[in-house]
């Protein structure tokens, strides 16, 4: 089991891992002269993926958004080298140097890049992530504050310089560095962490929806930083899935990078007090429920955590799912169960053909004046 002393290097580039294998975009902010382009170039190479930099101050809107041509009497706009050699390798990442420097009409053709993952009428493959470089705008060249789409799309670190690597290394020019591997800072299985995550932040906002939709900031510092909406609350489970659970600093930095600190320091406050069961642990059998007397906001987030553990595609965990949601109905509790219960009779997977009688008999009224259709009849 790691705890925080054993988990391999600093907060800062575990996070960056977590935004890498998630895909989420990352965006790195840091003074000038301290290596940030050749550190994620050296490191990400490290991490089996194909290095892709391109440098938005010298690149123009058609570098992105692609040149208008004409192929077999149709028109379409073209793609380039650097998206081909991505989408060719096994795991590419795409390196925007200089990001927030780039002309307007630049920012707007990489709106797409970054939000949709078009270059061109190219969609870069999954497997390609995005970080994106910047300088301060009080040291570099013409900067400005990132626009409020772009900023919502993306996490935003504040770069830590590596004094120890740059002084163990600077002497042999960096050659045969050994960057941390990708795998070995993040979860061992982030699909029961998702399941986990997901419980959390769902249970967070039901009770906390200040937070969910709030006006876009007016301040342009801002709104070009993070902060909370439904699309970075969603990057926030895809991220904290990625990272061992005990890693309490860098979650940190991911829920700030994503939502703001504001937020940050709301969600983990309420984290703290709320005392969430594992779902993992309760699908198992480990822990047993209360689900009479037992708090509403606890059985909210443990529900959603045991849905989502039971639609991961494993035909086990399903049905270990279906025993817990039937629990919960059997403990006078199956209107909080019963949502639920409807995705995993409409979602069956491979192995499982019919609802379990258990299951099918918890929610039999619900089943019978709902509007939605059952995929199956219990057997």
């Not at 089991?1 to 580039?13: E, K, Y």
């Not at 050699?85 to 927030?100: P, Q, V």
């Amino acid at each position: 089991m790691a705890t925080i002393n054993t988990l391999p290097g600093s907060p800062f580039q575990r996070a960056l891992a977590a935004g890498v294998q998630a895909n989420v975009p990352v965006g790195v902010i840091g003074e000038p002269g301290q290596g940030k382009t050749a550190t994620m170039e050296s490191s990400t190479s490290g991490w089996g993926r194909h290095v892709e930099t391109v440098i938005g101050s010298n690149r123009e809107a058609t570098d992105f958004l692609g040149v208008m041509i004409e192929d077999e009497g149709a028109i379409k706009y073209s793609s380039f080298q650097w998206v081909q050699n991505l989408n060719k390798a096994k795991a590419g990442l795409l390196l925007l140097d200089e990001f927030n420097t780039s002309a307007p009409s630049t920012m707007k053709g990489m709106l797409r890049v970054v939000q949709e993952r078009y270059v061109g009428d190219t969609k870069l493959n999954d497997s390609v992530s995005i970080i994106a470089l910047m300088n301060p705008i009080e040291t570099a060249v013409d900067a400005y504050d990132l626009p409020a789409p772009m900023a919502n799309r993306m996490m935003h670190l504040k770069w830590v310089f590596d004094t120890k690597n740059w002084l163990e290394n600077v002497g042999t020019g960096f050659q045969n560095t050994n960057p941390i591997p990708l795998s070995d800072m993040l979860a061992a299985d982030p699909v029961t962490r998702k399941a986990a995550v997901s419980a959390a932040v769902t249970a967070f906002l039901n009770v906390n929806s200040k937070f969910m939709t709030p006006p876009v900031p007016t301040d342009p510092v801002k709104a070009g930083g993070a902060w909370p909406s439904p699309r970075s609350w969603t990057n926030v489970i895809s991220v904290l899935s990625q990272l061992d659970r005990y890693d309490e600093e860098a979650a940190f930095l991911v829920v700030e990078g994503l939502v703001g600190e504001g937020a940050a320091t709301e969600y983990f406050k309420w984290l703290a007090a709320a005392d969430l069961y594992d779902p993992a642990e309760v699908i198992d059998g480990t822990v047993s429920v209360d689900w009479k007397s037992e708090r509403a906001d606890r059985l909210f987030a443990l529900v959603q955590g045991v849905t989502a553990l039971g639609l991961s595609g494993d035909a086990e965990l399903w049905r270990k799912a279906s025993i817990v949601l039937a629990q919960c109905a059997e403990g006078g509790k199956p209107d909080v169960a019963f949502p639920s219960a409807q995705k995993l009779a409409n979602n069956l997977p491979k192995g499982v053909s019919g609802l379990p009688k258990r299951f099918a008999e918890a929610f039999m009224e619900l089943f019978g004046n709902t509007k939605y259709k059952v995929a199956v009849g219990a057997k």
